[in-house]
Nanobody, 119 residues
Framework: QVQFVESGGGLVQPGGSLRLSCAASGITLDYYAIGWFRQAPGKEREGVGCIDSSDGSTYYADSVKGRFTIASDNHKDTVCLQMNSLKSEDTAVYYC????????????WGQGTQVTVSS
């Protein structure tokens, strides 16, 4: 059974930065496209961005483009989300998973990591 473990969240002031990490048991992240997602209170889960491990290409939601960067750490087999210039609207629980397209995901969701952007 695949289990995702997200870490690195916390409380940060607007304009600040955080680096989230996604690790998993039961799967080698480097073999797949891995996405970051977030869910704010009262809202549906939304995609933040994705990295295609086959060629390292990345994709980002318009709301985070230019501020967030996804990268793979092949040595540690983790996928990181570097978040800069954080805004209050980035406040959410952040998750990682394998997207399959059409709103489907390969595995169960982990517990996520809380990111709170507030002064």
């Amino acid at each position: 059974q695949v289990q995702f473990v997200e870490s690195g969240g916390g409380l940060v002031q607007p304009g600040g930065s955080l680096r989230l990490s996604c690790a998993a048991s039961g799967i080698t992240l480097d073999y797949y496209a891995i996405g970051w997602f977030r869910q704010a209170p009262g809202k549906e889960r939304e995609g933040v961005g994705c990295i295609d491990s086959s060629d390292g290409s990345t994709y980002y939601a318009d709301s985070v483009k230019g501020r967030f960067t996804i990268a793979s750490d092949n040595h540690k087999d983790t996928v990181c989300l570097q978040m800069n210039s954080l805004k209050s609207e980035d406040t959410a629980v952040y998750y990682c998973n394998r997207p399959l397209g059409q709103g489907k995901y390969a595995h169960d969701w982990g517990q996520g990591t809380q990111v709170t952007v507030s002064s």
